[in-house]
């Protein structure tokens, strides 16, 4: 089993930023990827950001050049820096980890952007 944990959402303003982090813990051997999600009130879960095990990332068009994602492989923990913050980023933020064929993901972070 593997076990996420997220920290670092809150409020923030519009065109501010944030760091979240993301912890694996557990049988993390075999860990393909990791990544985010985020799901905003109403909405369905949307795909954000992914970091292979070689360093690969890849990023939805709506946060690429805003979102950054970044990973310390010797600590099993993927950080997402957001900048150039909007409302519409308001969210619950997913950790998502990819091991083997089986996703996991943790119990999600609030992050509400507004003035």
């Known amino acids: 089993q593997v076990q996420l944990v997220e920290s670092g959402g809150g409020l923030a303003q519009p065109g501010g930023s944030l760091r979240l982090s993301c912890t694996a813990s557990?049988?993390?051997?075999?860990?393909?990827?990791m990544g985010w999600d985020r799901q905003a009130p109403g909405k369905e879960r949307e795909w954000l950001a992914r970091?292979?095990?070689?360093?690969?990332?890849t990023y939805a068009d709506s946060v690429k050049g805003r979102f950054t994602i970044s990973r310390e492989g010797a600590k099993n923990t993927v950080y997402l820096q957001m900048s150039g913050l909007k409302p519409e980023d308001t969210a619950v933020y997913y950790c998502?980890?990819?091991?083997?064929?089986?996703?996991?993901w943790g119990q999600g972070t609030q992050v509400t952007v507004s003035s």
């Open positions: 998502r980890l990819r091991k083997f064929a089986t996703n996991y």
């Open positions: 557990g049988s993390t051997f075999g860990i393909i990827e």
């Open positions: 970091i292979t095990s070689t360093g690969s990332t």
